[in-house]
């Protein structure tokens, strides 16, 4: 079975610094590894993907993920934060030739002005 | 923002009463799914379908129940509400296509208080 790990409850970042959020998973085959963020009140909005490809990849709002087969982890990047970034993330892992996601505990992200 | 819809946003119910958490998407989306989460913590797969008349029960138990009989609508119902069943509701749908990873958009969810 896969599995998602989120090692922070909590990452503190000062706005302007460049901020973390850690995600390592296990799967079975090739994962296909997914971000998403979620606003208070809100759903879930998707944020970045791997697939194939080249390891780093960027998505929306500035944010891009490094894939690390080796260390079995995609770690969510984003060079300058911006207060308006303070949300709660989820990374999300699915094996090659299944739909259902398993997702992480969530790291919420805090950035101060 | 994706074309996925959840209603009610909130509700406050008693116990013992019949209640249907209505999804609706306008994407054509053949897979559908719903999640359970407790505020600000991790999301648990409670039900999914891949298609009209097809569901599954997700890695969660839950006695909740629900239906596809059409594409769009994936109505969730709970027979007889407890308190135990307050939690945040969230639907999402998803469609495979080639190189996206079949990515899941995500209503706004349906907050549930059973008193």
Redo the contacts between chains.
């Keep these: 079975a896969q599995s998602v790990a989120q090692p922070e409850d909590q990452v503190n970042v000062a706005e302007g610094n460049p901020l973390t959020v850690k995600c390592t998973y296990s799967v079975s085959g090739n994962p296909?590894l997914?971000w998403?963020v979620q606003y208070p009140?809100?759903?879930?909005?998707?944020l970045l993907?791997y697939?194939t490809g080249d390891n780093l990849v960027k998505g929306s709002y500035g944010f891009e993920a490094e894939f690390n087969k080796s260390q079995t982890s995609f770690h969510l990047k984003k060079p300058s934060a911006l207060v308006s970034d303070s949300a709660?993330y989820?990374c999300a892992v699915?094996p090659s030739g299944y739909?259902?996601?398993?997702?992480?505990?969530?790291t919420?992200l805090l950035v101060s002005p | 923002e994706a074309d996925?819809y959840?209603t009610p946003r909130y509700l406050v119910i008693g116990t013992g009463k019949k209640i249907t958490l209505e999804c609706s998407q306008t994407m054509g989306h053949d897979?559908m799914?719903w999640y359970q989460q407790d505020p600000?913590?991790?999301?648990h797969?409670i039900h999914?379908s891949?298609g009209v008349n097809s569901t599954e029960k997700?890695?969660l138990s839950s006695e909740s129940t629900v239906s596809r009989i059409r594409t769009e609508h994936f109505p969730l119902t709970l027979e007889s509400a407890r308190p135990s069943h307050t939690s945040q509701y969230?639907c999402?749908s998803?469609v495979?296509l080639a190189?996206?990873?079949?990515?899941?958009?995500?209503?706004?969810?349906t907050?549930l208080s059973v008193l």
């Design positions: 296909y997914f998403y009140n809100r759903g879930l909005q998707f993907k697939i709660l989820f699915r739909s259902t996601l398993t997702f992480g505990k969530g919420m | 996925i959840q897979k799914y600000g913590m991790e999301l797969l999914y891949y997700g890695d969230l999402a998803s495979r190189g996206e990873g079949n990515i899941q958009y995500f209503g706004a969810g907050r």
